[in-house]
C-alpha cells in the first residue's frame, strides 16, 4: 500500500515536471514555428510577384527596369511598391494622397485584390474576377510590406524639387537628375500609366475624353490660357498645380473648380522619376 503511495507521488512529480518543462519552452516552440511560418510567406510572395508583377512594377519592384516574357527592356507601367512613401512608419504619406482611411496593410492588399479601376493595374483576387486566392494575395503583399525594413525606412527620401520654369527643368542638371531628351513614345506610355486617358481620353481621338478636356489640341491652346504661358510652360505646370488654373470646358460641360477634378498628386508620384514628365512633355506639346 504504502509502496504505491510513494510510487504515485513520484510519478505525479515526474510528470508535473515534464509538464511544467513543455509549458516554459511553448513560447520559444511558437516563435520559432511564427518567424518560420513568416519567412515562408515573404518568400512565396517574391515568387509571386516575380511571376506576375514584375512586368510593370519592375526589378526589384522600383518601376525603373521592366522585361516582358522574352526578356526584351520594356517600359514600366506600374508605380514603385519598394518606395518610402507607400511603405515605411505608420501613415505612409500616399495614403493621404489618395484619401484612404485606414492601414497600409489594408491599403496595399486592398489595391492588390482589387485591382485601380481607370487604370491598368488588375484585380488579382478571385473575389474580384482575377486568377488569385486570398492566401497568395496575402503573401504578395506581405512581400511588399516587407520592403519596409529598419535600414530603408531610417531616412525620408527628398522628394523632387520641380523648378517653376520648364525651361529650368527641362536643362536640369543636378548630382541626382540630368534631364534627358523628351522621348515622345515614352511619353505615350507615361500617359497610359498614369491614368490620364480614363480623364482625358485618347490624343488622337477628339471626344474620347471622359472627365477632363480633350489634350489632343493642347499644344496649340495651351498657349491661349494663361497669358505670358508658352503651351509648354502650361501644361508643365498644369501637371503639378492643378488648382493654379481651372481650364474652361471640361468633358460634360464647364470645368469646375477649385479644387480641380483632376488628380493631384502627380508632383509627388512623378517625383521617383522626373524624366517621365519630360516624356509626357514630348508627347503632348512636343519639346
Ligand atoms: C499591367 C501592369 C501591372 C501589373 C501586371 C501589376 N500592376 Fe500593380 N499597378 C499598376 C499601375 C499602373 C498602378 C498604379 C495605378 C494608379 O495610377 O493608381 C499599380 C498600383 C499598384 C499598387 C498601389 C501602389 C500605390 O502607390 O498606389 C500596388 C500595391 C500594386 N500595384 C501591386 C501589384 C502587385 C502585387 C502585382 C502583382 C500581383 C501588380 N501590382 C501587378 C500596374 C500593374
Ligand atoms: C481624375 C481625372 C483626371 C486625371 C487622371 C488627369 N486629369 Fe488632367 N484634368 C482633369 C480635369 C477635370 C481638368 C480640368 C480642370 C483643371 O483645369 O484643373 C484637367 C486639366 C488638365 C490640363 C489643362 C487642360 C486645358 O485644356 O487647359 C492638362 C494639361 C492636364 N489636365 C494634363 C493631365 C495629364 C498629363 C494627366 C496624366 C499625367 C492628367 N491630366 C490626369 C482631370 C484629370
Redesign the pocket.
Given at each position: 500500500m504504502q509502496v504505491k503511495v510513494v510510487i504515485g507521488t513520484i510519478a505525479f512529480m515526474l510528470t508535473m515536471i515534464i509538464l511544467g518543462y513543455a509549458a516554459l519552452r511553448e513560447p520559444e516552440r511558437l516563435e520559432h514555428f511564427t518567424n518560420a511560418r513568416e519567412g515562408r510567406t515573404i518568400e512565396t510572395g517574391a515568387k509571386i510577384y516575380i511571376d506576375n508583377c514584375a512586368t510593370c512594377h519592375g526589378v526589384e519592384a522600383k518601376a525603373e527596369e521592366c522585361y516582358d516574357a522574352t526578356g526584351n527592356s520594356i517600359t514600366c507601367q506600374g508605380l514603385p511598391l519598394n518606395n518610402y512613401f507607400l511603405v515605411c512608419g505608420d501613415a505612409p504619406a500616399r495614403l493621404e494622397q489618395t484619401r484612404f482611411e485606414g492601414t497600409k496593410e489594408q491599403f496595399i492588399e486592398r489595391t492588390i485584390a482589387a485591382g485601380r479601376s481607370g487604370t491598368v493595374m488588375p484585380p488579382w483576387s478571385s473575389r474580384y474576377g482575377g486568377p488569385m486566392r486570398d492566401d497568395q494575395v496575402a503573401n504578395v503583399a506581405a512581400f511588399v510590406l516587407n520592403f519596409a525594413n529598419e535600414e530603408f525606412c531610417a531616412e525620408e527620401p527628398i522628394s523632387f524639387d520641380w523648378p517653376e520654369l520648364v525651361e529650368d527643368f527641362l536643362t536640369l542638371e543636378t548630382e541626382d537628375f540630368v534631364a534627358g531628351p523628351g522621348d515622345p513614345e515614352n511619353g505615350a506610355a507615361v500617359?497610359a500609366s498614369?491614368?490620364?486617358t480614363?480623364?482625358?481620353g485618347n490624343v488622337d481621338e477628339a471626344g474620347s475624353n471622359q472627365?477632363?478636356?480633350w489634350?489632343g489640341d493642347?499644344a496649340e491652346?495651351?498657349a491661349t490660357?494663361v497669358e505670358g504661358q508658352t503651351a509648354l510652360q502650361y501644361?508643365y505646370h498644369?501637371?503639378l498645380y492643378?488648382?493654379d488654373?481651372?481650364?474652361p470646358d471640361?468633358a460634360n460641360g464647364p470645368?469646375t473648380?477649385p479644387p480641380?477634378?483632376?488628380?493631384q498628386d502627380?508632383a509627388f508620384r512623378m517625383s521617383s522619376n522626373p524624366q517621365d514628365m519630360i516624356d509626357?512633355l514630348a508627347y503632348?506639346v512636343g519639346n
Open positions: 500617359y498614369y491614368a490620364c480614363s480623364c482625358h472627365i477632363g478636356p489634350l493642347i491652346v495651351g490660357r501644361v498644369s501637371i492643378p488648382n488654373y481651372i481650364a471640361c470645368c473648380g480641380s477634378a483632376m488628380v502627380l509626357l503632348l
